[in-house]
């Protein structure tokens, strides 16, 4: 269930999230900006540094960490119907294995 937008801050420009992060930041996201991905936005948890939130067209997304790392398997919760997380298959399980086993 979509519940409707309840922030009352205008969205920010790009120029203006690129001003939150720090130089390993947006060093990474010049470098990402030119392989197709974009700055959607920028999460500001309290006492937190600020996480820069980065998608390549569909729904893949990653968080940039304040090192300069990119990390795709964080917990970030995107709120944003179409992006949610795919879930990964728990530990041993074969990726893709949809046939049954053969009986003998």
């Known amino acids: 269930m979509h519940h409707p937008e309840r922030r009352k801050t205008p969205p920010s420009s790009a ?4 001003e939150r992060l720090n130089p390993p930041q947006r060093s990474v996201l010049r470098l990402l900006e030119y392989f197709g991905w974009e700055l959607r936005f920028v999460r500001q948890p309290p006492l937190h540094p600020p996480v820069p939130v980065i998608f390549a067209g569909d729904a893949t997304w990653a968080v940039i960490a304040p090192d300069g790392k990119v990390d795709d398997s964080t917990r970030l919760r995107v709120r944003h ?6 879930q990964r298959p728990p530990a041993g399980q074969d990726v893709g294995s949809d046939q049954r ?3 003998v």
């Not at 119907?81 to 795919?86: C, D, N, T």
């Open 81 to 86: 119907p179409g992006f949610e997380r795919r």
């Open 15 to 18: 120029e203006q999230m690129r």
């Open 101 to 103: 086993p053969s009986s």
